[in-house]
Each structure stands twice: as C-alpha cells, then as structure tokens.
C-alpha cells in the first residue's frame, strides 16, 4: 500500500474513533454494548466483534499495520460516516440503540473533542 493511502486510511480512522482503547474496552463490556447491533453466527454483533479489533489496532504500531488492518480501519471510517447521517430526530440520544451502536466502532457522538 502506498504511504499516501495509509496516512489516509489511519487520519480517517482517528477521525472516526474517538474513543481511547481503555474507554472502548470498558464500554465493550456492559451490557448496553452487547445487546446492540447485529449479530453474527457466535451470538456476537458485528459492531462488537469490530471494537475489540479497533482496540487492538489502536495499539499497534503504525510500522506493523498490515493490509487487513487498513481495509478494517477504513470498513470502520464508512461505518462512523454512514451511521452519523443517521441521527435520531425524536429519540434521546443519550442512551439509543443509535448511539450504542457508535460506541460500538469507536465513536461516542456524545464526546467532546
């Protein structure tokens, strides 16, 4: 991949996530994160399944990202982008399926920068 595309792929990325390892980590555990979101074969959602692996790219450094990694970094970007167009209007943000979602990629729409 080239240098360019990468330095793209990880800014998007930071964008998209703005949840620290930690807070995603704790987050990954209530029972809010996994009751939200699809879910797959194993009885885990998808977007839960993602924030362990975004927690394990959030450590991983830069040099030791491999192509797998970029191509979930930018599945996440998508996500975030698509999934903010989608804001409840009449819904109470703060404890929605909406924003668990979110959390569950990485981004909590409720934190300030």
Same mark, same amino acid.
């Given at each position: &991949? @080239?240098? %360019?595309?990468? *330095? !793209?792929?990880?800014r998007?990325?930071?964008?998209a996530?703005? &949840?620290? #390892?930690?807070?995603?980590?704790e987050?990954?555990?209530?029972?809010?994160?996994?009751a939200?979101? =699809?879910?797959?074969?194993?009885?885990?959602?998808?977007? /839960?399944?993602?924030g +362990? +692996?975004?927690?394990?790219?959030l450590? !991983?450094?830069?040099d030791?990202? !491999?192509? %797998?990694? /970029?191509?979930?970094?930018?599945?996440? /970007?998508?996500?975030? =982008? +698509?999934?903010? @167009? =989608? $804001? #409840?209007?009449? $819904? *109470?943000?703060?404890?929605s399926?909406? +924003?668990?979602?979110? &959390?569950?990629?990485?981004?909590?729409?409720?934190?300030?920068?």
């Open positions: &991949m @080239a240098d %360019d595309d990468s *330095d !793209t792929i990880r998007e990325f930071g964008e996530v703005n &949840m620290t #390892p930690k807070e995603l980590e987050w990954l555990e209530t029972d809010e994160s996994k939200v979101g =699809q879910k797959s074969g194993s009885g885990e959602s998808t977007g /839960h399944e993602s +362990r +692996r975004i927690v394990e790219l450590r !991983t450094k830069k030791d990202l !491999t192509d %797998d990694d /970029h191509a979930h970094m930018r599945k996440v /970007h998508g996500y975030v =982008q +698509r999934h903010l @167009a =989608q $804001e #409840p209007k009449k $819904e *109470d943000v703060e404890s399926t909406w +924003r668990y979602s979110l &959390m569950n990629w990485g981004h909590d729409p409720l934190k300030k920068s």
